[in-house]
Nanobody
Framework: EVQLVESGGGLAHPGGSLRLSCAAS????????IAWYRQAPGKEREEVSI????????YYADSVKGRFIISSDNTQKTVHLEMNALKPEDTAVYYC?????????????????WGQGTQVTVSE
């Protein structure tokens, strides 16, 4: 059973930076794709960024391209999301998710394993 534990998040000012981490266990890390989704109040959960630990392929939502960077540390079995140039509209609960097909695709139906979520707030 894949287990995911998020850390990071918190409060940032517009233009600032935050770093999220997702530690995975219970499955071969190189057979996973790890995604970051987010959900703002009153909105649907949306994909933010995804990385395949098998081939390193990545996906970014248009709203975060050029600002967020996803990376994978196979030694620590952890995926990081560096969030730069933050905007108030980035405010949401961020969830780490995994699919066991190692596919970096934005299909929420593939993701059977989820973390508990971490709050990111961007505000003056």
């Amino acid at each position: 059973e894949v287990q995911l534990v998020e850390s990071g998040g918190g409060l940032a000012h517009p233009g600032g930076s935050l770093r999220l981490s997702c530690a995975a266990s219970g499955f071969r890390f190189d057979r996973l794709a790890i995604a970051w989704y987010r959900q703002a109040p009153g909105k649907e959960r949306e994909e933010v960024s995804i990385i395949s630990n098998r081939d390193g392929s990545t996906y970014y939502a248009d709203s975060v391209k050029g600002r967020f960077i996803i990376s994978s540390d196979n030694t620590q079995k952890t995926v990081h999301l560096e969030m730069n140039a933050l905007k108030p509209e980035d405010t949401a609960v961020y969830y780490c998710a995994a699919n066991v097909y190692a596919l970096a695709v934005a299909d929420i139906g593939l993701y059977d394993h989820w973390g508990q979520g971490t709050q990111v707030t961007v505000s003056e």
